[in-house]
């Protein structure tokens, strides 16, 4: 018999086939290049039209699909490695603020997970560009993270889920934002054990959402650390701080792990329309534009 992990790696993989085979999923790469599925690379289990009726595990009657010999872990977990490589390429990465592009040059990448330490500013500005495009978001731990500040920094409130208390049902909820959300944001009011992070990350990678974590999150991809420097606006003790500036250390792992700094003022560019704004556009013409932008707040529940 095919263990519960098993069933639903082919569960999984039988959907993304019927997807790709109804046009309801193309296999699409970062920059709109269609690619046609070559042959023989059907999901695993399924012909060109239906349960294959060869190999291991394979039914003998489409009506009973009962193996006749469970596949081991190694092919297992081959199946779960394809599925997972076949929904990353077909998503492409977020994008990010042109400010941040040396930083984060792939963008944020699905399945992966960022930690954004030292400001709250520069997360919001990471989802609103992650949102810009469609993208639905989740912030859950956060209790801190007002809804005025986030539509200000440009995120569409619409499309942005609040889960401010979890409270004992983080790993939970967490995890069920990751299944039907693009971006989940989580802060230090969600308590995660180390197994509750490493099952979250290998599910956000499953499922091709991406973890942003305002805390340190051990094995995180890619992390920034901002280090305030300065603010400016309030010119001998009068007017209003305007203008603050960062500076933003990276590190992690694999290209992430050489270390590489840059400073950047806030408030970034907002995106428009879906497209990030074009780098050095006046202060004059920035305040007119956030303000008719942003999305009206309402009260619900």
């Known amino acids: 018999m095919l263990s519960r992990e098993e069933r639903a790696a082919r569960a999984r993989a039988a959907l993304a086939h019927a997807e790709q085979r109804t046009g309801a999923r193309p296999l699409v790469l970062p920059g709109g290049t269609v690619v046609p599925r070559p042959p023989g690379s059907s999901a695993p289990g399924l012909g060109a039209s239906g349960p ?3 190999g291991p595990g394979a039914a003998t009657e489409p009506a009973q699909p ?3 010999a469970a596949p081991d872990a190694s092919e297992a977990r081959g199946g779960e490695a394809r599925n997972a490589s076949l929904l990353l390429s ?4 977020l994008p990010v603020p042109d400010e941040l592009a040396a930083l984060l040059p792939d963008g944020l990448r699905r399945g992966g997970i960022t930690a954004v330490t030292g400001s709250t500013s520069l997360l919001l500005a990471l989802l609103a560009h992650a949102c810009a495009e469609g993208a639905w978001a989740a912030v859950v731990g956060q209790p801190s993270m007002g809804l005025l500040a986030a539509a200000q920094a440009g995120v569409a409130l619409e499309r942005l ?3 401010p208390r979890p409270g004992p049902d983080a790993p939970s909820v967490v995890a069920a934002l990751v299944d039907g959300l693009d971006v989940v944001l989580v802060g230090p009011g969600a308590a995660l054990a180390d197994g509750d992070r490493r099952r979250l990350g290998a599910r956000a990678r499953d ?3 991406v973890l942003l974590s305002s805390t340190a999150w051990p094995g995180a991809n890619v992390v920034l650390t901002a280090a305030s420097q300065r603010w400016s606006g309030a010119e001998d003790g009068a007017g209003r701080l305007r203008a603050h500036e960062l500076r933003v ?3 992690g792992r694999g290209g992430a792990g050489v270390p590489q700094s840059l400073t950047l003022t806030l408030p970034l560019g907002r995106p428009a329309g879906g ?3 074009a780098p050095g556009a006046g202060k004059r013409q920035a305040a007119p534009t956030q303000k008719a932008a942003s999305a009206p707040l309402r009260l619900v529940g």
């Open 52 to 54: 294959s009726a060869s």
């Open 66 to 68: 009962v193996p006749a």
């Open 90 to 93: 077909e998503r492409p990465s």
């Open 275 to 277: 497209t990030p704004p």
């Open 207 to 209: 499922r091709g959402a």
């Open 161 to 163: 889920a609040l889960v």
């Open 249 to 251: 250390t990276r590190s």
